[in-house]
């Protein structure tokens, strides 16, 4: 099973709100990711867990919160976005690369649209 | 492998024929590459991944070409099919060993029918 999943599939909110995305593997991938992506772009790193530990924070605005609970879940908290954070959230999660890098698995994502 | 523009590459293919996606990477230390399909409105989903100490992989249908002396990856896609149509992502690691992929800025494949 090499399955990422995603909760919600779609969400839309105003920029006082608060808000999370969810994010669930089962594959004992202790390295999880959560990357942005806007149209006709690739995806962009966010932040990296490692052993449920924040590895790599990419200088990501302080409204977005990341929070991984255990092995398997990896939520990301939203508050006072703004309309340019509109964008395709997408969670991944891979081995931690001891020896070499390993494939990484993305999940569906969720289409964020901040009003 | 850096993402540059607003507009993705286009590749159309007639259905039935092979597809060649291609791809230049950008760390010549880079030891690792994945390709992804994304599909419209899903997440990428992984095709296939090679090593620098291979210079071929192949998979079902698929087969990554890896030309480090050029740092250029290659993905063939045998009897190109409607449900191919996407977009394919190159990733490299970078640095080896760590948790940051760069992708390519992706290539749009049409297949026509």
């Known amino acids: 099973d090499t399955e990422v999943t995603q909760t919600p599939k779609h969400l839309v909110m105003g920029m006082t709100n608060k808000k999370s995305l969810k994010c669930e593997q089962h594959m004992g991938h202790r390295a999880m990711y959560w990357y942005k992506q806007k149209a006709k772009k690739p995806p962009e790193l966010m932040f990296v867990?490692?052993?449920?530990?924040?590895?790599i924070n990419e200088s990501v605005p302080s409204r977005f919160s990341p929070e991984c609970p255990n092995s398997s879940l990896l939520n990301l908290h939203l508050h006072a976005l703004q309309p340019e954070d509109s964008a395709l959230y997408l969670c991944?999660?891979?081995?931690?690369?001891?020896?070499?890098?390993?494939?990484?698995?993305f999940g569906p994502g969720t289409r964020l649209t901040v009003t | 492998g850096e993402s540059v523009g607003l507009h993705l590459p286009t590749l159309s293919v007639q259905e039935g024929d092979n597809s060649i996606i291609n791809c230049a990477y950008s760390n010549s230390a880079s030891d690792y590459f994945i390709w992804y399909k994304q599909e419209s409105g899903k997440g990428p989903q992984f095709i296939i991944d090679?090593?620098?100490?291979?210079d071929k992989r192949q998979g079902q249908r698929v087969t990554v070409l890896l030309n480090k002396t050029v740092k250029h990856l290659s993905l063939q896609i045998a009897a190109t099919q409607p449900g191919d149509s996407a977009v394919y992502f190159c990733a490299e690691n970078g640095p080896p060993g760590t948790y940051k992929y760069i992708f390519g800025t992706g290539t749009r494949l049409k297949v026509l029918a």
């Open positions: 090679i090593r620098s100490n291979m």
């Open positions: 991944a999660s891979s081995q931690v690369p001891v020896r070499g890098s390993h494939e990484q698995y």
């Open positions: 867990y490692s052993y449920e530990k924040l590895s």
